[in-house]
């Protein structure tokens, strides 16, 4: 088991990223919530992993935080729920907002994400509730261990910024006239991809 990987960022293509680890590189895929959070190209980063084997893949996906990784392993473990799907909630929201929708049977923050009917929010709000206070016990006071560099500077604005993050939510199941208004509405001069896709997820 790949339980965590400590290397240079060799690509971000939202929501995969490729991670050179002593001369190998590893594809993982985060939720977008963990990817805007990266350091630019060619710095130093640190992600929790969880591994998963198929018949016809093997995916590995990244983590900030352990509580973060910890959350995804509830979320797959819920009928219903595979890894895409845990990934579109992680990255439609935090993990403090999610448990925010179980605390208040909010089911219809859920159902705004894409591929989350109504049968599964209220699954989820009914499966996570006694999970979530277990794992919120084991995270209080518990810090990111996300490594960034002293001299860290934002990366240059790519001008597929915008492209970028469209080509991010549709990964997710959203739909393209979505999409496209969603970033257009939150693109400004300067921001790059990460920050554009973080604004553009808060204003679907």
Known sequence: MIGRLRGSL????APEVLLEVGGVGYELQLPLSCFCELPEKGT?????????VREDAQLLY???TKQERALFRLLIKTNG???????????????????????????????????????????LL???????????EASAGSEREFMLQ????????????????ISALLSLGYKPAQATKAVSAAFVEGIDSGGLIKQALKGM
């Open 62 to 64: 990244g983590f900030i």
């Open 44 to 52: 130093e980063a640190i992600l929790y992993t969880h591994f998963v």
């Open 126 to 136: 009914v499966e996570m509730r006694d999970k979530l206070k277990a794992l919120l």
């Open 10 to 13: 060799i690509e971000k293509q």
């Open 81 to 123: 729920v595979g890894p895409k799907l845990a990934l579109t909630i992680l990255s439609g929201m935090s993990a403090s907002e999610f448990v925010t929708c179980v605390e208040r049977d909010d089911v219809v923050t859920l159902v705004k994400l894409p591929g989350v009917g109504k049968k599964t929010a209220e699954r």
């Open 150 to 165: 002293t001299n860290y500077a934002p990366a240059p604005v790519a001008s597929t910024a915008e492209e970028d993050a």
